[in-house]
């Protein structure tokens, strides 16, 4: 069986509370009435029978029986007064009149004394030996109990329906009190599930109560510092990834170096030994296709050892304008038989940074390649060199197709590539180096087409 909630709870024992201090004070308050009236409404009666016994006094005297049936019926029309007698001395019956009721009757008898002046009286034999007024009749009153016994059932159905009208609204008005309670921890509960569901940007509307908004603001903060540490620890992960990855790498570039590097190195001089001997001159087509397959495969093995054991940086003061300049000028010597150009527009002033140049170098050959790739090996491809505040930005502009959207965040991981003869490591490579240097590198596409890497140097 399910537990009831605080909701619940709260409502049973509100009701319960509320309900038995009402009908216990009712209680109490029905007896109090119920004494009170009870006492008043024979205070009444006794009253008029007193008065009628007064009245009735001269009628006994003189044995006046018409005024005294005069009196019991006047007394008559009381209400409640069902019956009057008026008896003498002898309990013989001086006035009798009584109402037909089916209400239940009481009755009060009340002795007729003789009044006493200042002047002696006649009716000195009235009195007993110790000079006590004796009475001289007596009147009978016969009342219905019938209407004061109406009204206690009325008030008590009143006070029961009072009561449970207090009792309800009582509950209503708590209902509503409770529900504003719990109603924030029901929100925090469904957001704690749709959180475990996955949903991390869930987060909880504060409440309108002091302690309600403390809680909210407390679970958003937890979920707020979840979230940072969800975060810190994907990217323990990836940093982890990426030295597994390195630390896989340098294994497998050891293995190249011994494996590869060297009878890679005796392939190339047996093929130079054997085109000196055999007379086979540079425009051979299997000799031409020989030598790029070699070179192709020594570069993708500098590349990986170039990856996985990064040279440690020499820095040094290096003006920036002539850096780009050499740069340049290696490539143009490089692509002379292409058509392909580089237009550059440097800074006014000189400007210099504090870099190592070799790897700097390096960095900008992987990404003019990579331009001149998209550009087919034709075109122009722009450098640009600004200068905002103490940040050096060199832009490379080619007028390619652009870098698909979904891998403008992937180009920087190594070993992704989307040539067929791409190692994947150049701009991982630019990347590494220019974290060392206190830079950056990043990529956006143009609108007009092509795509604009971005490097960014602190100016010494």
């Known amino acids: ?52 016994a007064l009245n009735a006094e001269l009628g006994i005297l003189i044995d006046d029986k018409p005024m005294l049936q005069r009196l019991a019926i006047n007394l008559l029309s009381e209400k409640d007064v069902m019956g009057v007698t008026v008896f003498d001395r002898s309990d013989g019956e001086l006035a009798s009149i009584l109402k037909e009721t089916a209400e239940p009757l009481s009755v009060i008898d009340v002795p007729v004394l003789l009044s006493r002046s ?7 034999w009235n009195e007993d030996a110790d000079g006590n007024n004796l009475p001289i009749g007596r009147v009978r009153i016969v009342y219905s109990t019938g209407g004061i016994e109406q009204l206690l059932i009325n008030m008590r159905s009143r006070f029961i329906w ?26 925090l509960a469904q957001a704690a599930r749709d959180v475990e569901r ?37 990217d323990v ?22 494996e590869v590097k060297n009878p890679l190195s005796i392939i190339k001089s047996s093929l130079d030994v054997l085109k000196e001997d055999m007379s086979i001159t540079a425009d051979n087509t299997m000799v031409r296709y020989m030598e790029d397959e070699i070179q192709r495969l020594n570069r993708l093995i500098e590349d990986f050892l170039a990856f996985a054991h990064p040279a440690k940086p020499m820095f040094r003061r290096v003006e920036i304008n002539s850096l780009i300049r050499e740069i340049v000028m290696r490539f143009d010597l490089q692509k002379a038989k292409l058509p392909v150009k580089i237009s550059t527009d ?11 140049p070799d790897l700097i170098i390096r960095v900008f050959d992987n990404i003019l390649k990579n331009a001149f790739e998209a550009n087919g090996d034709k075109g122009i491809v722009n450098v640009s060199i600004s200068r905002e505040g103490e940040t050096l930005y060199i832009d490379v502009e080619d007028h390619g197709g652009g870098v698909d959207p979904e891998n403008i965040e992937k180009i920087f991981e190594p070993f992704f590539t989307t040539r067929s003869k791409g190692s994947g490591l150049g701009l991982a490579y630019a990347v590494q180096v220019l974290r060392t240097h206190g830079g950056a590198i990043t990529v956006k596409n143009k609108g007009e087409g092509g795509a604009v890497f971005r490097v960014t140097l602190p100016i010494e």
């Open 118 to 124: 200042q002047e002696v009286s006649p009716f000195q």
């Open 198 to 234: 996955g949903n991390h940007d869930m987060r909880v509307q504060p409440g309108s109560l002091p302690e309600t908004r403390e809680l909210a603001l407390a679970f958003n903060s937890m979920l707020d510092s979840l979230e940072r540490s969800s975060s810190a620890l994907e």
């Open 162 to 187: 009072l009561s449970s009208g207090i009792v309800m609204l009582a509950a209503v008005i708590f209902y509503f009190l409770s529900h504003s309670l719990v109603a924030p921890l029901t929100k």
């Open 1 to 52: 069986m399910r537990n009831p909630g605080i909701h619940a709870r709260l409502l049973i024992a509100v009701f319960a509370i509320i309900g038995c201090t009402t009908f216990a004070l009712g209680y109490m308050g029905m007896n109090i009435t119920h004494q009170f009236v009870q006492t008043r409404f024979e205070e009444r009666i006794s009253f008029l029978a007193k008065y009628l």
């Open 346 to 356: 440097l800074l006014e002033e000189p400007c210099h940074v504090n870099a190592d």
């Open 237 to 258: 992960y990836r940093k982890m990834i990426h030295q597994k990855n390195l630390a896989e790498m340098g294994k497998f570039s050891m293995m190249v170096a011994h």
